[in-house]
């Protein structure tokens, strides 16, 4: 595995670029308490939580050696990363990798240096909802020169924070007791702050838990301002479901960035940030220090069926400009908005191409046959394959060019091929979607994608000079968003609504790029095999790790949505039904009209009715007899 990692950092790297290696032992962290409430396991690096935050320059090949020393497969996903023409990177399990198995390494190389790319990005788990546990954290890449000035930076990281386990929250989500799938909803929420590779610890005079005393979080939290200095506010949800909208009273901000895009300065009065999102924002201290200020996260609650009367939803931490001053709280807002995300202008400017292909991908949820419910794209729900798609993509020949070979919910693209990718949201619930290995254009949106109204569901345009670029985007009830690719990165990558819960009832596809000129660059590492079959998966075939695009028997598929219309079963069960029912009708319209058999008649049918029988029984025993 070592060797495998040096050739890779060999291969991808000049020789200039200097290595960042951390090395991450992924283990169980006990009794850990950040919001002061309730202790719990959560999943932590090297013994401790938070993990690591990462800081790197954009001359850097970032190489994480991450040894899972948990009971389940696990893996690292570098949010927003592209990973050009080695998706085998990505840390999606099921499309990029089968998982690290217990008590073994995996190397992850991140070619930040020759990526293009720098800004806002995180880290999280990809396997089996542990980035609900805690093994989530922030990654900051800086340019040689950023494209705005400011005096100092900080990340502010944002999360939902559940008191339960996972697997234990998935099994009450994925239930026939839970037919509407209402999702878990937090029982808190969480802010708090990093610099330079470093959390911010706690204000002083707190005492907060002793497992997470390193760290600062929410009201045991503050920013340090001083003067007339101009901030860089890096934002970050790290949330398994909750948005947030974020605002500083007493201050203004100027979004400068979304997902690693720098923009134009917009002034903004509080930025929402959905599910994986990340802005950047400028905020200039005031002049005075005559009080502190408070910073305010206040969670979407729309998005939860209920709101428990113990959830907190607004959280709060502070700008403090002197420790003995007092903390001026303005409240909360009149009314929340969300980001113009298709108004941002990136200051680097990309053309639009025109499409040549449009994928559209239509958002449903519903209880299924099976009495759970579960998320569809265009009516099918997401199962992970058996050999992870970039596997199946190596393997599969000429033949890896056929979507069927994917399982139903994959999509074969062309190099090059310009896509538009049309989210229709058919739900009633807002939806963060992540495209793996790419940034999208924003092209347009729908406020109602069904309307053949223009000012409710406009034409695209296709000359805009330089739309807004992003990984993540938010899609609420009703509406749509276009999204355009450009398919020039060969390999397989994941798209999926971020919401943990979603993601995990199937609301996902995969788009295979370029599957003849991936086969070409093919370097997976063959450690990576070794370790699918330490956990007993195939490495080659179709998804169900077949040498056919056809035979996908064994491949886990469903569940599928009730089928309420009529079947041949009911139909026939329904005619003997209306024939049972025309009979006694019209028996009690005869004998109404008088119609009747008298008793001598009704004596001979009897004995008659006899006879028979007896002659029948006779005829079983002769035969009986003669057998």
Known sequence: MKWSALALLSAASPAFAAVREYWWNLTYVENANPDGLQPR????????????????????????????SLDQPASLHHHGM??????????????????????????????????????????????????????????????????????????????????????????????????????????????????????????????????????????????????????????????????????????????????????????????SVTVAQRYSVLVTARNDTNANWAIHANMDTDMFDTVPDTLNPNITSSITYDSSASLTDLGTVDAYHDVDDLALVPIEVEELPLATRTISLEVLFDTMADGTNHAMFNGITYNSPL????????????????????????????????????????????????????????????????????????????????????????????????????????????????IEWHLEVGLAVTFVEAPLIAQERNAIPQYMYDQCQALGLPTSGNAAGHASTTDLSGLPLGPYPQNNGWHSRGIGAMAGCVLTATIGMCTVTWYALGGHISEEEMEDEAREHQEAKERRGRLFGLLKRRS
Not at 47 to 67: C, E, F, K, R
Not at 173 to 198: C, H, K, M, R
Not at 204 to 229: H, I, M, R, Y
């Open 41 to 68: 396991r959560v999943i932590g690096v090297n013994g401790t939580w938070p993990i690591p935050p990462i800081d790197v320059t954009t001359d850097d090949v970032l190489l994480v050696h991450a040894l899972n």
């Open 82 to 271: 592209y990973f050009n023409s080695t998706s085998w990177m990505d840390g999606a399990v099921g499309v990029s990798q089968c998982g690290i198995p217990p008590g073994q390494s995996f190397d992850y190389v991140v070619p930040v240096n020759t990526s293009g790319q720098w800004g806002t990005y995180w880290v999280h788990s990809h396997a089996k909802g542990q980035y609900v546990d805690g093994l989530r954290g922030p990654v900051v890449i800086h340019p040689p020169k950023e494209a705005h000035a400011y005096d100092e930076e900080f990340t502010v990281i944002l999360g939902d924070w559940y008191h339960d386990q996972h697997d234990d929250l998935l099994q009450q989500f994925v239930s026939i007791a839970n037919p509407g799938g209402a999702e878990p909803v937090p029982d808190s929420a969480l802010i708090y702050f990093a610099q330079n590779g470093t959390y911010l610890g706690p204000k002083s005079g707190t005492s907060p838990d002793p497992v997470t005393a390193a760290v600062g979080f929410n009201e045991n939290a503050t920013l340090p301002f001083q003067p007339g200095k101009t901030y860089r506010l890096r934002i970050i949800n790290t949330s398994a479901f909750a948005a947030f909208f974020f605002w500083i009273d007493g201050h203004e901000m100027r979004i400068i960035e979304a997902d690693g895009t720098d923009v134009e300065e917009s002034p903004i009065d509080l930025v």
């Open 387 to 498: 050999v992870p798609a970039i596997m199946s993509e190596m393997s599969l020949g000429e033949n890896a060019t056929v979507a069927g070979a994917y399982g139903p919910t994959s999509f074969v693209l062309d190099h090059l091929e310009v896509v538009d990718i049309v989210v229709k949201n058919g739900d009633a619930g807002k939806h963060p979607f992540h495209l793996h290995g790419h940034k999208m254009q924003l092209v347009g949106r729908a406020t109602d994608y069904t309307s053949d109204d223009p000012t409710l569901n406009p034409p695209l345009n296709n000359s805009q000079p330089n739309p807004m670029r992003r990984d993540t985007v938010q899609v609420p009830s009703g509406e749509s968003v276009t999204l355009r690719v450009i398919a020039d990165n060969p390999g397989v990558w994941f798209f999926h609504c971020h």
